[in-house]
């Protein structure tokens, strides 16, 4: 149900769209401000909607946007960014989006949701952030489309960073997680273009699972404390 209750003036929302029906996110009408990133048919979405929506090419899934977010707006971007995806109950669960949308953009100390941590480590241990993480398939019967048996986390970091990997005790699962400005000028615009660059070429690949395990390691964030 759409709220019009829903401000977060000091917040820009960022909204990755596939196929979920706009009835999932309508809360998104009652933002002040929002973009939406759809990779899906924009005939299924509302004249409103569409005013705020950039269509893309489905290739490198929600880490994309959020690259090319920052990619695009590195010098003028808001004080608090908060990257959601449409369906969000598959990640998070909140009685209300207004909680939810409370949650994901109240930052904390370290500059980044605090809200969200005790929604951390419900996954089977194989899914979390050792330093050895791959993927073969995702979902399961889905290959990843550039998967091979020695790219691993760790490895993918160092060839990326040039730094060690170093495990955090925070997984923002989805990607979902809301960001200051500040860290996100911790690295170069350069940067996050060199991250993104492997996403243009697949629909399903491997860094958007080590991505979303190392927003501390890119972000710089040393503690959540």
């Known amino acids: 149900m759409q709220d019009k209750n829903l401000k977060f003036e000091n917040c820009t929302f960022v909204i990755s769209r596939f196929n979920e029906e706009e009835s999932s ?44 977010y920052i990619i695009d707006n ?3 971007l808001p004080e608090i960014v908060a990257f959601i995806q449409a369906e969000i109950k598959p990640h998070y669960y909140y009685p209300s989006s207004a909680q939810f949308l409370k949650a994901v953009s109240t930052i904390g100390k370290s500059g980044i949701s605090e809200g969200l941590k005790n929604n951390i480590h419900h996954a089977p241990p194989r899914h979390l952030n050792f330093s050895y993480f ?11 489309e ?18 060690e990997y170093v495990p955090s005790s925070r997984i923002f699962f989805g990607c979902i ?3 200051s400005k500040h860290l996100i000028l911790r690295r170069p615009r350069e940067f996050y273009i060199k991250l993104r660059e492997p996403l243009l070429q697949y629909k399903n690949p491997i860094e958007t699972h080590f991505v979303e395990r190392a ?6 964030i040393e503690s959540f404390n």
């Not at 550039?146 to 730094?163: C, F, H, I, M, R």
């Open 134 to 144: 791959n993927l073969k398939e995702w979902p399961s019967g889905n290959l990843i």
């Open 25 to 68: 996110f309508s809360w998104a009408k009652g933002l002040k401000n929002y973009i939406i990133y759809n990779k899906g048919n924009p005939n299924e979405l509302s004249k409103e909607i569409l005013s705020h929506t950039i269509n893309k090419e489905n290739y490198g899934k929600d880490v994309e946007c959020i690259f090319s």
């Open 74 to 76: 590195y010098n003028n």
């Open 215 to 220: 927003w501390p390691n890119i972000f710089k």
């Open 146 to 163: 550039n998967y091979k048996p020695e790219y691993t986390l760790s490895k993918w970091w160092q060839d990326n960073s040039g730094e």
């Open 177 to 179: 997680f809301g960001v």
